[in-house]
């Protein structure tokens, strides 16, 4: 599964009409359990929400593999994921597991996590009830003081700081490696010089460089050759390939054109390059992004070139239908189908068959493009 919103009702729908779905569920609880998984619309983020469900109709099995699910989330892979279903759940009694439990641990949680699971406290009890829990025990439990660390970290972020010079930008992302309001005011105010300054003198990969990288060049595009943009997708740190892959990505020249061309059949960086195409677009691009799908070594791959080859055949309707055809028939991933959906019945190209399939596909959105609503 990739990148699909919660189909627990869908799920849970099938699950009632199998036979002995006891015996079904126990090993979807087990899968549960062991699977590692933690990225947003993967499998595992299905089966919590699955759980969710069925510990609301009462299933004490499916109840317990939660807790052991997010407790490993935790203590393993340094996550919250799935406390948000336990709190909503559970509520105060979740909260009090899971913060004795980090308290007792001295795990430390992965960049931001504090802040989701502020964020995830007060989506359930409310920002005041957030506020009085956060007073009665910053002091006494370690985990609530780095909520509070978290929530004032952003407070600063949001407060505003004024940075018109490279120097002055440059030396915030060397004392933090992380700013968002700096490079959001730097692109607002910074002078033509002084921004591609900040293109030549960046900070190194252990001074925020693949942050520097996706919060400076966002609103204004990369303002000199791109040729440094190159050399930085040979790093060996991967964020850093990703992010002058993504500042690649605006900048339209037959430099980037040929440098994608050159880097598309690459095993790690070819489902990278294939977005460099949709702003150098020329024909025959979408033949060359099947090609290299068909030859993808995971599905995570394909999904990426794929999406790019969507926003292809989105932009330029003379790209052959068969193209579109084909991302129905091939697409892994519900957001995406959806949108290629929409533009079979621009270009007239939903059948019956079609039709059927969407009135029960998993994903609410496509269904209802056709007036589909499950009983």
């Known amino acids: 599964m990739l990148m699909e919103d919660s189909r627990d009702f869908y799920l849970g729908q099938f699950l009632d009409l199998v036979p002995f ?50 407790r490993k ?9 799935g406390v948000d279903n336990l709190l909503e759940l559970d509520r105060e009694k979740a909260l009090d597991y899971f913060v004795a439990l980090m308290d007792k641990s001295e795990v430390e949680l992965r960049d931001n996590e504090y802040g989701s699971l502020g964020y995830d406290i ?41 940075v018109v010079t490279a120097e ?12 968002r309001n700096a490079a959001d005011s730097f692109q607002s105010a910074a002078s033509t010089e002084e921004f591609e300054r900040a293109a030549r003198n960046l900070p190194s990969p252990e001074e925020g460089l693949a942050e520097y990288l996706r919060s400076v060049f966002v609103r204004r595009p990369w303002p000199i050759e791109p040729q440094p943009l190159f050399e930085l997708a040979k790093s060996r740190k991967w964020k850093v390939v990703r992010q002058a892959y993504r500042v690649l990505e605006k900048i339209e020249s037959p430099e980037v054109r040929r440098f994608a061309l050159a880097k598309l059949q690459n095993r790690y960086q070819g489902r990278l390059a294939s977005d460099l195409l949709i702003k150098n677009y020329r024909p025959g691009d979408a033949k060359r992004l099947r090609l290299r799908a068909d030859a993808s070594r995971g599905r995570d791959e394909m999904h990426e070139i794929l999406m ?31 949108s290629i959906v929409k533009v079979m019945m621009e270009r007239k190209m939903v059948t019956g068959e079609v039709r059927a399939e969407c009135l029960h596909d998993a994903a609410e959105d496509t269904r209802l493009l056709f007036g589909g609503v499950l009983a």
Not at 38 to 51: E, H, K, M, N, T
Not at 73 to 81: D, G, Q, S, T
Not at 141 to 161: C, F, Q
Not at 168 to 179: A, H, K, N, T
Request: aromatic share 12%; net charge positive.
């Open 308 to 338: 790019s080859l969507r926003q292809l055949v989105e932009k330029h309707p003379e790209i052959g239908d068969q193209y579109v055809q084909y991302l129905y028939d091939t697409m892994p991933c519900s957001f995406c189908r959806y």
């Open 122 to 162: 007060e989506k359930t009890f409310g920002e005041e009830w957030k506020e009085a829990w956060l007073l009665a025990n910053e002091h006494s439990s370690r985990t609530a003081a780095a909520i509070r660390r978290e929530d004032k970290s952003v407070y600063r972020e949001r407060g505003g700081e004024k």
């Open 73 to 81: 989330n935790i203590l393993e892979v340094r996550v919250v994921n």
């Open 168 to 179: 002055d930008l440059l030396e915030v992302f060397r004392q933090r490696g992380d700013s």
């Open 21 to 70: 779905a006891d015996n079904v569920l126990r090993r979807v609880w087990k899968r549960l359990v062991t699977n590692r998984w933690v990225d947003f619309g993967g499998s595992q983020f299905q089966l919590r929400w699955l759980a969710f469900r069925y510990v609301q109709r009462g299933d004490d099995m499916a109840k317990s593999a939660l807790y052991k699910r997010v």
